[in-house]
T-cell receptor, first 110, second 115 residues
């Protein structure tokens, strides 16, 4: 059974701080690792990672995958209150479906 | 491009009643998913369709949950009878194709409260 574990479960920071969110996975016949941001109900797509060591970047957000250690991190620099959300990590493998972790609740205080 | 549409947005029912949720995926997306997200947890897959065929429904509580995707486009998820523990957000998602390694896009979800 595929498994995805995220840490920390919650994080409170102040605006301007840099945060690192962690995701470890055990996915049969791994295809990709995805990050989503969930503010209210709908998760919105951030990144999909398939190759080890290649950083994906979008503005202040970046993510990297380590396929040897079965690990990914999501970095957010110069955090803003609008970054407050639940960040979900999901693995996709031979089952062709997304297995999600429980998420990291990020709160950015002004 | 229109996103994944879901309705209703909210639903409150009493236990033992029935409820149905509707989803219209992004046009041209062959794969459709229904996820259940209980407060404080990540989304859990209930059922996955490829066109109008079921790919995986191993985690669907079939004694009370049913889903269909007639004509391979819209989908409905039904719960009958509902239990208190079914209170959750029900998310529908779609992706281009089962065999293409692309992201899934989510709808706004339906928040179900069973009292």
């Amino acid at each position: 059974e595929d498994k995805v574990v995220q840490s920390p479960l919650s994080l409170v920071v102040h605006e301007g701080d840099t945060v690192t969110l962690n995701c470890s996975y055990e996915v049969t016949n791994f295809r990709s690792l995805l990050w989503y941001k969930q503010e209210k109900k709908a998760p919105t797509f951030l990144f999909m990672l398939t190759s080890s060591g290649i950083e994906k970047k979008s503005g202040r957000l970046s993510s990297i995958l380590d396929k040897k250690e079965l690990f990914s991190i999501l970095n957010i620099t110069a955090t803003q209150t609008g970054d407050s959300a639940i960040y979900l990590c999901a693995g996709s493998g031979s089952a062709r479906q997304l297995t999600f972790g429980s998420g990291t609740q990020l709160t950015v205080l002004p | 491009e229109a996103g994944v549409a879901q309705s209703p947005r909210y639903k409150i029912i009493e236990k033992r009643q029935s409820v149905a949720f509707w989803c219209n995926p992004i046009s041209g997306h062959a794969t459709l998913y229904w996820y259940q997200q209980i407060l404080g947890q990540g989304p859990k897959l209930l059922i996955q369709f490829q066109n109008n065929g079921v790919v995986d429904d191993s985690q669907l509580p079939k004694d009370r949950f049913s889903a269909e995707r007639l004509k391979g486009v819209d989908s409905t998820l039904k719960i009958q009878p509902a239990k208190l523990e079914d209170s959750a957000v029900y998310l529908c998602a779609s992706s281009l194709n089962f065999d293409v390694n692309t992201e899934a896009f989510f709808g706004q979800g339906t928040r179900l409260t069973v009292v």
